[in-house]
């Protein structure tokens, strides 16, 4: 009889999948492809439309099955927050986020355990960066894991040692990291799939929204800078965050608002576009848990410039730009140094591109995969 390792992929089916649906797919993808002999993956999912489990079943082929839970996703989540529910079954479970089933077990019984995965740790470092009803979940699925989860995956060491510092999971904690989305290749033909897109001849490009921690204010308060070549900017993100506008934001840092775009490409193929034609990809984040919008450009051979904040540090290894946050001000006037260091040096662009691309060789799935495989394996 094979090993099941039970996989909770609901994330697939959210309305918006977003980041943990992404992973979700990917390392779910690369733990059917790396299954040891006589083992198989089988995926957990609220109660959905048939229309959602076939297309979990089209996104994941080789799943041996689909367990389906008979609650919704909403009351699914307020079950496992609460811990009114048994388990879907017992044996290895392997959460993609905190959304699992969490309670007392014994694993030297039948092999029970559950893995779960920390991603960021907004509710405790941004709270206004989350609704009040996502923070109170989150940290009760923490309090949770801390009392019944048999190891806590995270990305990077930085948020390793930030968890640590929140509450005390022992040696509970492991760090296996992430690699480019699924899909991430430029497709043939990618000219008309730039020019279709609307994309410049130059242009720099940078992923997220207006909040205050990720840096995008601050990136484009250093494109107004005097002195700093008139390039534009493409967004990889919405237009808005709360009452503030990217376009009137960028005006009132000194740049043309049709400097400016914001854009959500459709598919991975279209995002490679978007990225590998870039001047420089630019990650100005004051604050993030794992650095994959860096390994992405890196994947691609795109020059990168980005902050200092101890993921991205960890995950660059040098391979990209660095440029200090710092304590006080003076982190726009470094911005701007080191974009026009990049945008009119050709021989330092050229080195970031190398390098980026040694370093994302670092980074696979089927790695990720693996040591996910050898750490239920462990337990």
Not at 51 to 79: F, H, I, N
Not at 164 to 177: E, K, L, Q, S, T
Not at 268 to 277: H, I, N, R, S, Y
Request: charged fraction near 20%; charge should be negative; aromatic fraction near 4%.
């Amino acid at each position: 009889m094979p090993t099941t390792l039970r996989v909770i992929v609901d994330q697939l089916v959210a309305p918006v999948p977003g980041a943990v649906g992404r992973y979700a797919e990917a390392l779910t993808r690369a733990l059917i492809e790396t299954a040891p002999a006589e083992c198989e993956v089988e995926g957990i999912v609220s109660s959905s439309l048939p229309s959602d489990y076939d297309r979990v079943l089209a996104t994941l082929p080789g799943l041996s099955g689909l367990y389906k839970s008979s609650l919704a996703r909403r009351e699914l989540a307020a079950a496992w927050q609460f811990g009114v529910t048994t388990s879907p079954g017992g044996g290895m479970i392997h959460a993609p986020s905190l959304f699992a089933p969490l309670r007392r077990h014994d694993r030297t019984v039948g092999g029970e355990q559950v893995i779960v995965t920390v991603h960021d740790l907004l509710a405790w470092t941004h709270p206004e960066s989350l609704t009040t009803t996502s923070v109170a979940w989150q940290k009760a699925m923490l309090k949770r894991a801390r009392r019944h989860a048999d190891a806590i995956v995270v990305p990077t060491h930085a948020l390793a040692e930030r968890l640590a510092r929140i509450a005390d999971f022992g040696d509970r904690i492991r760090v296996i990291g992430t690699a480019p989305r699924s899909g991430l290749r430029v497709p043939l033909g990618a000219s008309a799939v730039a020019e279709e897109l609307g994309l410049p001849s130059a242009y720099l490009v940078a992923e997220g929204t207006l909040e205050p921690r990720k840096g995008l204010v601050d990136l484009l308060q250093a494109l107004g800078r005097s002195g700093v070549p008139d390039i534009p900017l493409v967004v990889i993100g919405p237009e808005s965050y709360g009452d503030q506008h990217l376009a009137t934001v960028a005006e009132e840092a000194g740049v043309a608002p049709g400097r400016v775009r914001a854009m959500e490409p459709a598919t991975p193929g279209e995002l490679a576009v978007v990225l590998a034609g870039a001047a420089a990809f630019v990650a100005p984040s004051r604050d993030e848990g794992d650095g994959t919008a860096l390994i992405e450009a890196f994947a691609l051979g795109t020059p990168v410039i980005h902050s200092d904040t101890p993921a991205y540090v960890e995950v660059a290894a040098e391979a990209g730009l660095s440029v200090p946050v710092g304590v006080g001000g003076g982190y726009v006037e470094r911005l701007a140094a080191a974009v026009t260091a990049v945008l009119e040096q050709p021989d330092l662009a050229e080195r970031l591109s190398i390098a980026g691309g040694d370093r994302a060789n670092a980074f696979s799935w089927r790695d990720s995969a693996e040591r996910v495989w050898q750490l239920h394996a462990d337990l």
